[in-house]
């Protein structure tokens, strides 16, 4: 039961460095975007941003979850 749990915390802690990378790449994305004046550019980065908020809330939301599912 204890490599359950340590797989669990394991994949919280990817999912959720993964969302943050996503919604970092997305600020710069946006960042770029206004600062060019690219309005392609600001929308692929806000969208960028709020799916990396997704996967992250998933991340401390959800994952956890699971653990009760083998217990």
């Known amino acids: 039961m ?3 749990t ?3 915390t394991i994949l919280q802690t990817l999912v959720v460095a993964l969302g ?3 919604a970092v790449w ?3 994305n946006l960042l770029e975007g206004y ?3 690219n309005p392609g550019a ?3 980065g806000i969208k960028q941003l ?3 908020g997704g996967v992250a809330l998933i991340g401390t ?3 956890p979850l699971l653990a009760n599912l083998f217990s």
Request: no cysteine; charged share 10%.
């Open 2 to 4: 204890a490599f359950f």
């Open 6 to 8: 340590s797989a669990i």
């Open 20 to 22: 943050a990378g996503l």
């Open 26 to 28: 997305g600020v710069i």
């Open 35 to 37: 600062g060019n004046d």
């Open 42 to 44: 600001k929308s692929q």
């Open 50 to 52: 709020m799916a990396g």
């Open 61 to 63: 939301q959800l994952v």
